[in-house]
């Protein structure tokens, strides 16, 4: 969907870039989506534009942490949206999560257009429009969720969550996994399960290991999730930044 030789040793960035420039157009992702693009894609030139191996661990143990959760739910906004729809919806039916739409700034014209992207690229359902429960501590708008989605899950993964929300569900006891490419950012630190890794790369490995999974024992998937060191995944991910995608 863009004139770049594949060839171009920025061809992934520039590729992400026009996705996020399209949702803009396509009244899916916010302005704001723009910048946290630009702040995203400077921690991947960082990190050497690649899957750590811890990052690789942390798509693993999330993947055990799905297919272990009585309701687990993929939250999507409108970064994540315009950058990977179809690759949301896959997730999504290899692990029987539901999706919903989740947005920093709701609005309902956004929340729309978002689940109809997604149906477009395969959706069945879609939650977020019926908005009918809270998460407690956040102002009204953000803090509106579905009763029967993300209010009733055990495991949420949100990709590109901001700090304030990624707490407060946090409070209500649930499981989060977050995706977000700045590993001192708060919502992968307060994550069970930090992967500090492009969406674009992150979301597409979990459901491969979420296949590979989807028969094993449950006490195979539990020994995963026991094994996996969030404090160890942020500090390879520091380690690599510092040293320069190492
Ligand atoms: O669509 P909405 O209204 O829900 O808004 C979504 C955004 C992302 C605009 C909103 O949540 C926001 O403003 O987020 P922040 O506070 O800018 O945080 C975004 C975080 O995601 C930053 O830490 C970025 O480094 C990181 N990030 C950006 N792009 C990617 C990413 N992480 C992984 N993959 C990316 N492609």
Redesign the pocket.
Known sequence: DIEVPESHPRYQSLL?RHRIEAGVEKGI??K??L???G??????YLLGERTLDSADEAERAAAAHLLLARHPVVSV?????A?CPAELVELAEATGADLEV?????TEE?VRA?ADHLREHGAREVKGLAADERVPGLDHERAKVDADGIHDADVVLV?????DRAEALGRMGKTELV????PL?R?PRVAAVPIV????R?IPNVTRYARDLRDAPREELEAIVEAFDREAALADAERAIREGGG
């Not at 906004?77 to 949206?81: E, M, S, T």
């Not at 989740?102 to 709701?106: A, P, Q, S």
């Open positions: 992400t992702t916010s704001q989506g910048i946290a693009e702040r995203g894609e400077a921690f991947d906004n409108g970064n994540v949206a950058l989740n947005l920093f700034n709701r956004r978002i990709p590109l969550e901001d700090g995706v977000d490419l700045n950012s919502s890794d492009n969406v674009i992150a």
